[in-house]
């Protein structure tokens, strides 16, 4: 999993497999959270949001689960593929302050 | 992609030279914002801007200044480029009523 700031850990699943990618927020005053996907050369791709009134959200093969109890976000993507073989980062904002985490590097092997 | 161009894309400056990296966006977004991406580090907030010559620091703005006369262009400029600005620069609107940041796709920059 990742914290805001600290250095990028690495997951490495299986195509097919379902990955769980995991971040820990630090501003208990954060009201929305967004997951992003960094493929290599490219800029952050947004691909799902969830509000600090929900702990569930699906999306397309994700689903972000958010506990406020602990201060933890997740990403959950399905049935993963090569595709999926990026960075993947949780931002978290409060008060229109958006922070950044400095991400989880995913790779899926054949 | 919403609409967000950045140029150049790749640069190599010298010490003490300047340099401009100008954002550009087609629809019309009143926040604009400039990010560094370095190893390690989760993306860090330069400059923002909020509307037409509405400006105001991020938390490494040292260094860096920036300049938005149309809404569309926001630009960030280097005054005397040192090597630790060497990095990867991405812009970003805000977009919605969550204020979603939908980035471009970044200059990289190398400051010899």
């Known amino acids: 999993g990742e914290s805001v700031g600290l250095h990028l850990p690495t997951l490495s699943v299986q195509e097919g497999d379902n990955s769980i990618i995991n971040c820990a927020y630090s501003?208990?005053?954060?009201?929305?959270f967004i997951w992003y996907k960094q493929e290599s050369g490219k800029g952050p791709q947004f691909i799902i949001d969830?509000?600090?009134?929900?702990d569930k959200r699906q999306g397309q093969r994700v689903t972000v689960l958010l506990n406020k109890t602990v201060k933890h976000l997740s990403l959950q993507i399905a049935a993963t593929q090569p595709g999926d073989s990026a960075v993947y980062f949780c931002?978290?904002?409060?008060?229109?302050?958006?922070?950044f985490g400095a991400g989880t590097r995913l790779t899926v092997k054949p | 992609d919403a609409g967000i161009t950045q140029s150049p894309r790749h640069k190599v400056t010298e010490t003490g030279t300047p340099v401009t990296l100008r954002c550009h966006q087609t629809?019309?977004?009143?926040?604009m914002y400039w990010y560094r991406q370095d190893p390690g580090h989760g993306l860090r907030l330069i400059h923002y801007?909020?509307?037409?010559?509405?400006?105001d620091k991020g938390e490494v703005s040292d260094g860096y200044s920036v300049s938005r006369s149309k809404t569309e262009d926001f630009l960030l400029t280097l005054e005397s480029a040192t090597s630790s600005q060497t990095s990867v620069y991405f812009c970003?609107?805000?977009?919605?009523?969550?204020?979603?940041?939908?980035f471009g796709p970044g200059t990289r920059l190398l400051v010899l």
């Open positions: 629809e019309n977004h009143r926040y």
């Open positions: 801007s909020y509307g037409v010559k509405d400006t």
């Open positions: 970003a609107i805000r977009a919605g009523v969550t204020g979603t940041q939908y």
């Open positions: 501003n208990s005053a954060s009201d929305y």
């Open positions: 931002a978290e904002n409060a008060f229109n302050d958006m922070r």
């Open positions: 969830i509000r600090s009134n929900m």
